[in-house]
């Protein structure tokens, strides 16, 4: 009967150290996940950034361009 006893014991605790290690790998995966979407969300914000750069460049350019072009209808050519 003791052997038995051990046998029910060792399925037990192997049922239960299995068990753990499933919520150990389910945990694991929830961590994967969120530490993906932080990702995800930091390079939705950093495109973000950079679309709003780009526009600021554009609208510097077109403003340099402009100017550059007003300066010279206004500026008269020797003869």
Do not use: A
Request: net charge positive; hydrophobic share 30%.
């Amino acid at each position: 009967m003791i052997g038995g006893r051990v046998k029910e014991s060792m399925i037990l605790s192997h049922s239960s150290s299995q068990e753990s290690t499933w919520s150990i790998e389910e945990h694991l995966q929830k961590l994967e996940v969120e530490k993906m979407r932080k990702g995800k969300n930091k390079v939705k914000e950093d495109l973000n950034s950079l679309k709003i750069d780009y526009k600021k460049l554009r609208l510097s350019i077109r403003t340099v361009g402009s100017r550059r072009c007003s300066r010279k209808r206004f500026v008269r050519k020797p003869k």
